[in-house]
């Protein structure tokens, strides 16, 4: 059973929308797997990966499919044509095709993503694939690519902690490195809203807006907790996993291999599932329906497709007098106070590290 099935029957809920969700994102994940299996493309260091809506199993009859071609090998003039090829078979076989970004649906390369991290060089689209990368994507072919990657994006944030003690040994606390970049994409993501506002001249703005208070703000609540899962007095049961590991030292450690390892496992659980897992341990009920609740009638909203184009198509002046917005903003602002509870009251310990790391 899943965490958020167990969280489900726990909580006495039936979240409809969730799991009709996941249930048609493993059906589309299938359908693009075949896609993609039937290119059988020659190259083996290549790896398709999935992002988005679809990665995060909460597929609708309109969401884009998000996919990237990873390249973690030498330069091959062949990873361009293979990649033109798929995005053409993905359009003919009826898939929505990714947003005007350009972030999806082209070449992501390994050496960007493990080696310009901060500095000039990191740009927005590399900080968005990057941490994507880490919170939300699943591989549908190749996996050790995926996963080699993966590491190494790990293995940087890790290694590179100005309080690392060694190459091979790093204390078991939040790796403020990698939470420092979880924390600059989230308010990168919220300047890029208003961005986005101004250069479409309010296109669609109501929808982006309602992703980002749900599954933006997921993505970034995945990531808090991804960071928080190296806290001993959070997790007491590290002591157990790393016991016969752990450095004579004073200040508990981790060989850095088998904290990438711990690292990746959990990122790989999807950003749901990772709320739902930290709900069981450090919700409240009264918390997690407020939480799960929402999610589920957003959900509802983006797979009803009335409710759906009303908000694509929305007038930024009628917004105040819209009923439907109103429900939606409403939705968002309870979400948001779940998740005020789940990381500042709820407990003591989250809400310790919520505020030592998340805000100063």
């Not at 799991?19 to 790896?47: G, P």
């Not at 986005?196 to 995945?222: M, N, V």
Request: proline share 4%.
């Amino acid at each position: 059973m899943s965490p958020l099935e167990d969280l489900q029957k726990q909580c006495g809920a039936r979240w409809e929308h969730l799991f009709n969700s996941i249930q048609e994102s493993h059906q589309k994940l299938q359908k693009f797997r075949e896609l993609v299996h039937s290119e059988n493309t020659e190259s083996r260091d290549i790896s398709v990966v999935i992002f988005g809506s679809l990665a995060r199993r909460e597929w609708t009859s309109q969401s884009d499919l998000d996919w990237t071609l990873l390249i973690d090998g030498p330069v091959d003039t062949k990873h361009a044509a293979e990649a033109n090829r798929l995005a053409r078979k993905v359009a003919e076989h009826g898939f929505k095709q990714p947003g005007p970004t350009a972030l999806f649906g082209k070449l992501a390369i390994s050496h960007n993503l493990v080696h310009e991290i901060g500095g000039q060089e990191d740009s927005n689209r590399n900080l968005t694939q990057r941490l994507l990368l880490l919170l939300e994507s699943r591989a549908v072919d190749r996996d050790d690519t995926h996963r080699r990657v993966v590491d190494g994006v790990l293995q940087r944030y890790l290694t590179n902690d100005p309080r690392m003690t060694t190459t091979r040994n790093v204390p078991l606390r939040v790796p403020r490195f990698l939470c420092n970049d979880v924390v600059r994409y989230w308010r990168t993501m919220c300047v890029d809203y208003a961005n986005k506002y101004r250069d479409r001249t309010g296109e669609g703005w109501a929808l982006r807006h309602l992703k980002l208070r749900f599954s933006r703000k997921l993505i970034f609540t995945a990531g808090l907790l991804l960071c928080f899962s190296c806290d001993v007095q959070l997790h007491p049961e590290l002591r157990l996993r790393f016991r016969d590991l752990f450095s004579t030292e004073e200040t508990e450690q981790a060989p850095v291999k088998e904290l990438v390892e711990y690292l990746r496992l959990r990122s790989t659980q999807g950003p749901l599932d990772t709320l739902a897992e930290a709900c069981r341990q450090f919700g409240r009920p009264a918390t997690n329906r407020m939480l799960f609740d929402a999610y589920n009638e957003f959900l509802g909203i983006l797979r009803d497709p009335d409710q759906r184009t009303k908000l694509s198509q929305l007038d930024p002046e009628k917004a105040e007098t819209d009923a439907g917005f109103q429900k939606a903003r409403a939705l968002g602002k309870q979400f948001h106070q779940g998740l005020v509870n789940l990381f500042f009251h709820d407990h003591v310990r989250l809400g310790d590290l919520s505020m030592h790391y998340g805000l100063f």
